[in-house]
């Protein structure tokens, strides 16, 4: 089975605080992404990788950066976290073959800052 | 500007009602998914449709893609409590394989 392990549940953070959250995937795919779900606004995208040290911006990228050193890992980093950043935040992993391949989502990570 | 509208994005039936949530756009797409999330998990393929008017059944869901891939729907017959979730419809953007999803459309299926 597919497994995509985010590092933490849940997180709770103070304004201006640097953030990392973690995501690891252990079926070798070359394409990962992270997400932000708030109610009512489904997921947005924030970042693509679609491959090792490659990133995309997606379509709310301020506020954000990403880390893909290795295949297997894809790093979410709030450099200041603002309140206006609580909410959950999800990875996906998936194959490069095909823009129709599954996405296998991690648990979510909700995030909480004061 | 949403790619993507999901409607209705709250759906609250009782046990044994039919169902159809739609999700539209006004862009040509190569192929759309559906998703469904339950509380607490990640959202979970349910099925993805690539030809135009393709119509795909899993169980008592049934998925139809557009004549013109530009919308789809999803129809549940009998809904049952273990329906409820919240479901998503996504798209490939571009040309490097971004996935962007709708709103959304919460189920809620009483007993």
């Known amino acids: 089975d597919v497994k995509v392990t985010q590092s933490s549940r849940y997180l709770v953070k103070r304004t201006g605080e640097k953030v990392f959250l973690e995501c690891v995937q252990d079926?070798?795919?070359?394409?990962m992404f992270w997400y932000r779900q708030d109610p009512g606004l489904g997921l947005r995208l924030i970042y693509f990788?679609?491959?090792?040290?490659?990133?995309e911006k997606g379509d709310i990228p301020e506020g954000y950066s990403v880390s893909r050193e290795k295949k297997e890992r894809f790093s979410l980093i709030l450099e200041s976290a603002s309140t206006n950043q609580t909410s959950m935040y999800l990875c996906?992993?998936?194959?490069?073959?095909?823009?129709?391949?599954?996405?296998?989502f991690g648990e979510g990570s909700r995030l909480t800052v004061l | 500007t949403q790619l993507l509208e999901q409607s209705p994005q709250f759906l609250s039936i009782q046990e044994g009602e039919n169902l159809t949530v739609y999700c539209n756009s006004s862009?040509?797409?190569?192929?759309l998914q559906w998703y469904r999330q339950e509380p607490g998990e990640g959202p979970v393929l349910l099925v993805t449709?690539?030809?135009?008017?393709e119509v795909k059944k899993l169980k008592r869901l049934t998925f139809q893609f557009g004549d013109a891939r530009k919308d789809s729907s999803l129809h549940i017959t009998a809904a049952q409590p273990g329906d409820t979730g919240l479901y998503l419809c996504?798209?490939?953007?571009?040309?490097?394989?971004?996935?962007?999803f709708g709103q959304g459309t919460t189920l809620q299926v009483k007993p």
């Open positions: 862009s040509v797409f190569s192929s």
């Open positions: 990788s679609y491959d090792v040290k490659m990133k």
């Open positions: 996906a992993s998936r194959t490069r073959q095909g823009w129709a391949g599954e996405l296998f």
């Open positions: 079926m070798d795919h070359e394409n």
């Open positions: 996504a798209v490939p953007s571009g040309n490097t394989g971004k996935l962007i």
């Open positions: 449709v690539v030809t135009g008017g």
